[in-house]
T-cell receptor, first 112, second 117 residues
Framework: KAGVTQTPRYLIKTRGQQVTLSCSPISGHRSVSWYQQTPGQGLQFLFEYFSETQRNKGNFPGRFSGRQFSNSRSEMNVSTLELGDSALYLC???????????FGPGTRLTVL | AQKITQTQPGMFVQEKEAVTLDCTYDTSDPSYGLFWYKQPSSGEMIFLIYQGSYDQQNATEGRYSLNFQKARKSANLVISASQLGDSAMYFCAMREGITGNAGKSTFGDGTTLTVKP
């Protein structure tokens, strides 16, 4: 099976812009989670989608949003970008009853 | 409150020796899973090993073993016969509950392991 894929791998934006990141889970996985990784805050959970519904949400402002499509692919959107949004954004997929998450290679976002 | 604590920001080990990376956790949920991931400089998170809260035996995966002490709420990773390629950041993570929280993991701050030749 193909692994989790994320596009784009690198992105440079300026403050105030918005950005959309994409994640394609492993075939058959219905749960997709997003994490933000920064040197200062470490790895933080953003949200999880399961069967097109947001099931869990981390402590992030409303500028961060996401969605999941019927084929389980997921997108996350960040509006009105701030310098502090510069981070590695990791997507992970898992089966409902699975014990582990499979991570994608991440999207490195730089906000100037 | 911090749910996963990794007290070693950095560790050094000589090639071919064993090393233990510490992890303690906090949860009131009787059902949980504990994970270790390796993150090389490329950024991708690589799954290493998993331990379920009801598992009676310590998990092992090749050179990796998890020293699970439930009463002490610790889940230390042991890497035997270290290799230069083991140099990376290592994260301990926890998922609470069996279902419903399958997609939410809490991560520790990580330990940077450097293997010396």
């Amino acid at each position: 099976k193909a692994g989790v894929t994320q596009t784009p791998r690198y992105l440079i934006k300026t403050r105030g812009q918005q950005v959309t990141l994409s994640c394609s889970p492993i075939s058959g996985h219905r749960s997709v989670s997003w994490y933000q990784q920064t040197p200062g805050q470490g790895l933080q959970f953003l949200f999880e989608y399961f069967s097109e519904t947001q099931r869990n949400k981390g402590n992030f402002p409303g500028r961060f949003s996401g969605r999941q499509f019927s084929n389980s692919r997921s997108e996350m959107n960040v509006s009105t970008l701030e310098l502090g949004d510069s981070a590695l954004y990791l997507c992970a997929s898992s089966q409902e009853e699975g014990a582990r998450q499979f991570f994608g290679p991440g999207t490195r976002l730089t906000v100037l | 409150a911090q749910k996963i604590t990794q007290t070693q920001p950095g560790m050094f080990v000589q090639e071919k020796e064993a090393v233990t990376l510490d992890c303690t956790y906090d949860t009131s949920d009787p059902s949980y899973g504990l994970f270790w991931y390796k993150q090389p400089s490329s950024g991708e998170m690589i799954f290493l090993i998993y331990q379920g809260s009801y598992d009676q035996q310590n998990a092992t995966e090749g050179r990796y073993s998890l020293n699970f002490q439930k009463a002490r709420k610790s889940a230390n990773l042991v890497i035997s016969a270290s290799q230069l390629g083991d140099s990376a950041m290592y994260f301990c993570a926890m998922r609470e509950g069996i279902t419903g929280n399958a997609g939410k993991s809490t991560f520790g701050d990580g330990t940077t392991l450097t293997v010396k030749p």
